[in-house]
């Protein structure tokens, strides 16, 4: 289940939107905004003319839907095929959701969970989404030097909607640019200030003597 992982990362959603996000497959044909914007929900599709699996979801399905980032409109996110995702994606649509479907009804989201005798519901609700994550982010994310498995070291265990603090600060640090992290996780820059932007003055001072350091190497 990395592309949980993966898939928050790249797109920078909330929790709600990605364990309501549908799924589309190759086959068949997606539903539209319309339809979408009625359901309050994404899906994830793929996009032919882009040669992609794209993420579509309506401003309506989003918390800050009258925020001036969508004016409107969609937002749309053609995946990266990173790190083996396409892959990864096209195994757990024709074997692995299956599978862990079990029978069930299909919510005909694209995150499912294990179908118990004591579970029959396979949809995620907020709880059971975090502890998936965390489980993720337990198994494949925190680098254990015992079995020299997992990315990161010193990772603490965490939950989705942490990862958008993650790029926004990331970003910041990087760029010192509050509209682009805005990008990354759909919203204001206005609203990445307040929110995001916990900045050290050394961490400004260090992006500007970057800066400078690139003039005075090229003279």
């Not at 649509?93 to 118990?116: I, Q, S």
Request: with cysteine.
């Amino acid at each position: 289940m990395h592309a949980i992982i993966q898939i928050g990362l790249y797109s920078g959603l909330r929790q709600k939107n990605l364990r309501q996000l549908l799924i589309c497959n190759r086959s068949e044909v997606p539903l539209s905004e319309r339809r979408l914007t009625e359901l309050k929900r994404g899906q994830l599709r793929w996009n032919g003319r882009m040669s992609g699996w794209e993420l579509f979801i309506p401003s309506a399905a989003f918390k800050n839907a009258n925020s001036s980032y969508f004016g409107n409109k969609p937002f749309q996110l053609v995946l990266p095929d990173l790190g083996g995702l396409y892959e990864a994606i096209d195994a757990y649509v024709r074997r692995g959701r299956p599978r862990l479907l079990h029978g069930a009804p299909d919510p005909a989201t694209f995150f499912v969970k294990t179908v118990k005798a004591s579970s029959a519901i396979a949809a995620y609700d907020q709880t059971t989404f975090y502890e998936a994550w965390r489980l993720t982010i337990q198994r494949h994310g925190i680098y254990n030097p015992y079995t020299r498995r997992g990315a990161i070291e010193g990772l603490l265990p965490h939950g989705p909607h942490n990862v958008r603090d993650v790029l926004a600060t990331h970003i910041l640090k990087k760029t010192g640019s509050y509209e682009q992290a805005s990008y990354a996780i759909q919203d204001t820059p206005d609203m990445v200030a307040k929110h995001y932007g916990r900045f050290l003055p050394q961490d400004k001072a260090a992006l500007a003597a970057q800066v400078l350091n690139k003039v005075w190497e090229a003279s």
